[in-house]
């Protein structure tokens, strides 16, 4: 599975992004999706997952309420909403796929590039 996300950018706080991540190769609804994110000088850190049958979906404290993550696998994509911006949602996002239950540790078989996300105050 080959993973591209796209979407990133320059935002102000408060503002809105739509990330996206287009999957090729094999069954895309066989995979559970995740996005993942990187700050400078930080560990890759978990954001949001959904199972492979929609059904469930999990999210870090940090972001919830605020991010929304959903898949559309007729378009082998996985997106994440990402409203209300803070300044600490700077980061490198990256999607990510996985043959198992939903994880919130980056235990994912396929990984995407990342997208820059810059949020300024």
């Known amino acids: 599975v080959q993973l591209q996300a796209s979407g990133g950018g320059l935002v102000q706080a408060g503002g809105s992004l739509r990330l996206s991540c287009t999957a090729s190769?094999?069954?895309?609804?066989?995979?559970?999706l995740g996005w993942f994110r990187q700050a400078p000088g930080k560990e890759r850190e978990f954001v949001a997952t959904?199972?492979?049958?929609?059904?469930?979906?999990y999210y870090a404290d940090s972001v919830k309420g605020r991010f929304t993550i959903s898949r559309d696998n007729a378009r082998n994509t996985v997106y994440l909403q990402m409203n209300s911006l803070k300044p600490e949602d700077t980061a490198v996002y990256y999607c990510?796929?996985?043959?198992?239950?939903?994880?919130?540790?980056?235990?994912?078989?396929?990984w995407g590039q990342g997208t820059l996300v810059t949020v300024s105050s």
């Open positions: 190769g094999r069954t895309f609804s066989y995979y559970t």
């Open positions: 990510a796929a996985r043959d198992g239950p939903i994880s919130t540790i980056p235990l994912y078989d396929y």
């Open positions: 959904i199972s492979r049958d929609f059904v469930n979906t």
